[in-house]
């Protein structure tokens, strides 16, 4: 079952304004990144449902976190079915994030309390996912929308929490890029952790990484 309540969770993300999307089929290479972005100051991680058998890290990855990591909120993405949602939500998920909207999976998220971030890709989706009851919705692509998507969104209805995916840079240009537009947070993957950290092992990188991405977000919010 989740430790955190949809609150809770929506809090510390907006709070950060970055959450993490990894996936790596170690173990042992994904706790060392959650620690890595926990000592950088993040405080909600999402494990992507990617690979073979990624529910049995996510599993330990949830235990890692509710042992060692007192705070750290994991949760669970790339979820496009409400089975697969059941069965990461039994393992301990704190938030279900998809690439796409599947209106059958927010009544499961809905009934246990837990957040359900839909990609949408337009203003009509974006509608109906706040009509089935999901208080932050994701705009995916990000790289292919922009941030005058969110822009224009928001002017009609300002009520929208949105956090954008795909093609997100800690970078200060484009993370002002992005939050000036109007998101609520930002979900950051590959360019957050580049392949030569993570094949060396140089999680004191990572934790620099997740540093400066954070000081950024703040600096640009003002």
Do not use: H
């Amino acid at each position: 079952m989740a430790k955190y309540d949809k609150i809770q969770v929506l809090t510390a993300i907006g709070e950060t304004g970055i959450v993490p999307v990894f996936y790596n089929g170690d173990v042992e290479v994904a706790k060392n990144v959650l620690r890595a972005c926990y000592e950088g100051g993040i405080r909600a991680f999402e494990f992507a449902n990617r690979g073979d058998f990624a529910q049995e890290v996510f599993g330990e990855l949830v235990k890692y976190a509710n042992a060692e990591l007192p705070g750290m909120i994991v949760g669970i993405g790339s979820v496009v079915d409400p089975g697969t949602a059941a069965m990461y939500i039994q393992l301990g998920a704190n938030f279900v994030v998809g690439p796409l909207f599947n209106p059958a999976i927010a009544p499961i998220c809905n009934r246990r309390n837990i957040p359900y971030a839909p990609g949408c890709g337009t203003v009509t989706e974006v509608g109906m996912a706040q009509e089935a009851g999901c208080d932050l919705c994701k705009v995916f692509p990000g790289d292919v929308l922009g941030p005058a998507f969110v822009k224009g969104l928001r002017a009609p209805m300002p009520w929208s929490r949105l956090m954008v995916t795909g093609g997100v840079k800690p970078t200060r240009e484009n993370l002002e890029g992005w939050f000036k537009s109007g998101v609520y947070c930002v979900g950051m993957g590959s360019n957050l952790f580049p392949k030569d950290l993570i094949s060396a092992g140089n999680w004191p990188g990572i934790t620099a990484l997740c540093r400066e991405s954070l000081d950024i977000v703040e600096k640009v919010r003002g």
